[in-house]
RNA sequence: GGCCUUAUCGUCUAACGGUUAGGACAUCGGCUUUUCAAGCCGGUAAUCCGGGUUCGAUUCCCGGUAGGGUCACCA
């Protein structure tokens, strides 16, 4: 039996502390953890702090909030340790010092004598002669011990072209000059991402290396120090990049790429985040839009994994949402709209939990995500739900009437009046939107519709755009709804 | 510039040599209980270009073009 088909799938995530995550960020952890748990394999959260001066404070914690909001979780990680603690590069120097040493014993990694500035010169001597730069030209014959305080240097044993197999991207390739003698520990004693990443894979066990195409260039250096150690090189699987609007580019913090986390305070969805992120570089084949986490993990294979690059389109992820939040139980979706409730709409006088319930199947359907809620609410398109609308007093909006006359006022009062006569015959209980339009629906067809449903809707809402007057009629009950009209006849009669 | 790599509607994509090139978002038009939203119905819209291979290329090969990535004591 082939031992790679029973070995237990471990893969992780690894980001630098360098501030927020963004989707690019993100999407790549989720394929990483959707193929561990499609495998009852291992996902590994492990942070790469060995850039000190780049370190920002406060990142692992927004790394860990992001991930757990997203609905990531892994079996291992620096909040919560495992068998290969610790979880934070910093905390393992031992560990590259041990393969430094071996490296060292082989004749495989030397001193750097060069300071900064030396190199510097080097390189902008080849860059004018138009050649690419390679220390491995410049390496020094006779290096001296190295010390720790200078960078210690991996040596190319023997230059070649690279040739290996990735999961998405099939056979590839790399000539000589994508190899050179890269540092493995810089002068602060820190290792470089290109060893540390190596051992700690290596250490943890890590069976499937996940992450962007832009380390696509140094797969070779990666290549040649796992021959160096002697190390069975992973699977290596590289990942399609996300590109900002306009596509041009590849989706990064510089080119305004956002905060992962202000999507959960605009009001998206983790599973719409999910769903959407999911489908920008892996694709199931066929016409299913809307997956649900526990879809994603079964459906997800690397063999579908696209080559080339998706762009993010906040439209698709609208309505992703919008079709997420269909979805939602009623009592979670009445959650989701009161969360972006102001206090002062909470302490109107017709404000209830069980009012709350009944306008949520309809405040929902106009909206996509939480923008387009607090827009609403700032619109006052969900006030008059709970208290009497005070602007109808102004008259303005029956004055735009489409009846010509010069008496409409008296016109649409009369309307109004007749159908307050006709809505206090249905009962109380009976009271719901079917009724209230079989009731008046006669007397619309003889007056003209339009004429009488819109002086309708306008006085219960007290909005010139509103849900129809049905539905306004039945959320607002029977009493509540006479008040209204009552109150609109009282005013046209001023 | 060297090296690597990519290419289907505006966008995300389906197709794994034979389809009227399908779906979704967006857009446009229509319907609906005068509005708005939603919903339903319908329309516009794509295989980068040029050569091969083949009875037949979106699909395979080569070249061009255009894009992306990378050439750090960053990851």
Do not use: A, G, H, R
């Given at each position: 039996m082939d031992t790679n088909l029973t070995k237990k799938v471990v893969t992780r995530f690894a980001p630098s502390p360098t501030g927020f995550v963004h989707v690019g960020n993100i999407r790549t952890a989720l394929y990483a953890w959707a193929f561990a748990k499609k495998n009852n394999g291992t996902f590994i959260l492990r942070i790469e702090d060995t850039d000190k001066a780049r370190e920002v404070e406060g990142s692992i914690e927004h790394v860990i909030a992001s991930l757990k909001w997203v609905g990531i979780e892994w079996n291992e990680g620096p909040d919560i340790g495992g068998p290969n603690a610790p979880y934070k590069q910093s905390e393992r120097l031992d560990s590259y010092l041990k393969y430094a040493k071996i490296l060292i014993d082989k004749g495989l990694a030397y001193s750097d004598p060069y300071t900064e500035e030396e190199v510097e010169v080097f390189r902008n001597k080849a860059d004018e002669e138009k050649r690419p730069f390679l220390y491995r030209d410049h390496r020094p014959e006779n290096p001296p011990i190295w010390d720790g305080k200078k960078p210690l240097r991996f040596k190319v044993a023997n230059v070649k072209s690279y040739e290996w197999d990735d999961m998405v991207r099939g056979h590839l390739k790399a000539g000589p000059e994508a190899l050179d003698d890269f540092i493995l520990i810089k002068g602060d004693g820190y290792p470089t991402y290109n060893f540390a990443h190596i051992i700690d894979d290596l250490e943890m066990g890590v069976t499937h290396i996940m992450r962007g195409d832009e380390f696509i260039s140094s797969t070779p250096k990666f290549l040649s120090l796992y021959d160096a150690l002697e190390i069975k090189r992973p699977e290596l699987v590289m990942l399609p990049p996300i590109m900002g609007s306009g596509g041009k580019k590849k989706l990064g913090k510089r080119d305004g790429a956002k905060d992962f986390l202000e999507y959960k305070n605009e009001g998206y969805l983790p599973e719409a985040m999910m769903n959407f992120l999911a489908f920008i570089g892996w694709n199931p084949g066929g016409d299913k839009e809307i997956i649900t986490p526990a879809e994603f993990i079964n459906l997800f294979d690397i063999k579908q994994i696209h080559i080339s690059g998706g762009q993010f389109n906040e439209e698709k992820l609208d309505w992703i949402n919008h079709e997420h939040l269909k979805l939602l139980p009623i009592d979670k979706q009445v959650e989701y709209i009161s969360n972006y409730l102001p206090e002062n709409i909470k302490k109107l006088p017709n404000y209830s939990s069980d009012k709350l319930k009944s306008i949520t199947p309809i405040v929902l359907e106009r909206i996509q995500n939480g923008k387009d809620l607090v827009e609403m609410v700032n619109n006052g398109d969900i006030t008059y739900y709970f208290s009497q609308?005070?602007?109808?007093?102004?008259l303005l909006f029956f004055k735009?009437?489409?009846?010509?006359?010069?008496?409409k006022y008296e016109i649409l009062s009369s309307y109004l009046t007749h159908t307050v006569s006709l809505l206090k015959e249905v009962s109380d209980s009976d009271f719901n939107k079917d009724n209230v339009k079989d009731k008046i629906w006669a007397y619309t067809d003889e007056v003209g519709r339009g004429d009488v449903l819109w002086p309708m809707r306008f006085a219960l809402s007290g909005l010139d755009k509103s849900p129809d007057p049905f539905i306004l009629a039945e959320i607002l009950g029977k009493e509540e709804t006479l008040n209204r009209l009552n109150n609109a006849i009282k005013i046209l009669k001023i």
């Open positions: 609308p005070t602007y109808l007093k102004d735009s009437s489409k009846i010509p006359q010069d008496n």
